[in-house]
């Protein structure tokens, strides 16, 4: 079955650094694009950052284009996002995700907790 488990949250100062990681199982990882979302109470997830299957296409949310860089790699069936930069309000449950033949699948979400 496709399983997708984060890793890398925690604790950051304003204007630190983490990277995150999704690794995935389940499915053929170089077919399919991926999608990392984040979440914080009361609020819909939302998108975050998109690459295409082969890494050629990225793309971001607007409060985080010039910080968030998202990459791939399709040999370790690994998906990461480095976060430069980050302020209070990234704080949130990060999300790891794939849609494979049309059903949405999540991972159960990394902290990142970005407080001084």
């Known amino acids: 079955q496709v399983q997708l488990v984060e890793s890398g949250g925690g604790l950051v100062q304003p204007g630190g650094s983490l990277r995150l990681s999704c690794t995935a199982s389940?499915?053929?990882?170089?077919?399919?694009?991926m999608s990392w979302y984040r979440q914080v109470p009361e609020k819909a997830r939302e998108l975050v950052a998109f690459?295409?299957?082969?890494?050629?296409?990225?793309n971001y949310a607007g409060s985080v284009k010039g910080r968030f860089t998202i990459s791939r790699d399709n040999a370790m069936n690994t998906v990461y996002l480095q976060m430069n930069n980050l302020k209070p309000e990234d704080t949130a449950v990060y999300y790891c995700n794939s849609r494979v033949n049309r059903v949405d699948y999540w991972g159960k979400g990394t902290l990142v907790t970005v407080s001084s």
């Open positions: 690459i295409a299957n082969r890494g050629d296409f990225t």
């Open positions: 389940g499915f053929t990882f170089s077919n399919y694009p």
